[in-house]
């Protein structure tokens, strides 16, 4: 579980944990809460601290979790730039922003998926969610390198499945919506957002609207689904 230092990346994990799975908590941040958080709830889980844009370290990461558990079944791919983002029009985005949005988002992803891919083929079986955007079918403004990386998080899925197909592996993607996380709490921009009238339920998402999500593609409830996108976001872009 990548992004699981805070917000709907804690939620994942917990819920993963609270359905018996045994959770490697990772984020560039601190991941420590986490663990205590499944731990009290009489879970099993380790943190570690990985930059997901460094191809060593996530394969040190990987390695380590195999060590660990002896084997990795699911990969939640969250981590991402977003919280921390200002809106702002394409044309005064610079380079090195978008670069590292697409350094973080897309490529982040891409290391992640190729370093637990071997172990997965082992047993012929794995499962991966790569975690997109909402943003990537409603374009939304001033964000054009966020929805960017997430329309090429949903693009790499596609070919992924495709190319992982004979090794059983699925791969799929979420689209959550804008989601009330800790990270955008108190944060006017997002508190007032006219984002929630836009939506068939009318009200904020929360990160546990997107637990079930997760639970469903790793489980073998969905082994016959592969390269789709789920939009969780309440009804606002159907997809």
């Known amino acids: 579980m990548t992004g699981a230092g805070r917000g709907i990346g804690v939620a994942y994990a917990k819920a993963l944990a609270a359905e018996g799975a045994r959770v490697c908590a990772t984020d560039i941040r601190d991941t420590q809460r986490t663990v205590d958080i499944i731990q009290q709830q009489g ?30 079944d699911v990969l939640v791919n ?9 809106r ?20 982040g992803v891409f290391e992640c998926v190729k370093a637990v891919v071997p172990d997965m083929r082992k047993r012929g079986y794995g499962k991966i969610i790569n975690i997109a955007s909402g ?11 966020y929805v960017a990386s997430k329309g090429a998080v949903i693009a790499m ?12 592996i699925c791969v799929n993607a979420i689209a959550p919506g804008m989601t009330m996380s800790e990270a ?18 009318k009200r904020h998402e929360q990160p546990e609207d997107l637990t079930g999500a997760v639970l ?7 082994d016959f689904m592969t390269g789709q996108t789920m939009v969780v976001d309440g009804g606002a872009a159907m997809h």
């Open 157 to 168: 899925t596609r070919v992924m499945a495709r190319e992982l197909g004979d090794d059983n």
């Open 135 to 145: 943003t990537v079918f409603k374009g939304s403004p001033g964000l054009c390198h």
């Open 216 to 222: 469903f593609l790793a489980s073998g409830e969905s």
């Open 184 to 201: 955008l709490e108190g944060r006017d921009e997002y508190e007032n957002s006219a984002t929630p009238g836009t939506r068939c339920f």
């Open 43 to 72: 879970g099993e889980a380790i943190g570690i601290t990985c930059d997901v844009t460094d191809a060593a370290a996530v394969a040190d990461l990987v390695a380590e979790t195999v060590a660990k558990f002896g084997k990795v």
């Open 88 to 107: 702002s029009h394409f044309m005064d985005i610079t380079s090195d922003a978008w670069d590292k949005v697409m350094s973080v988002n897309t490529r």
């Open 78 to 86: 969250n981590a991402a730039v977003f919280a921390d983002l200002n």
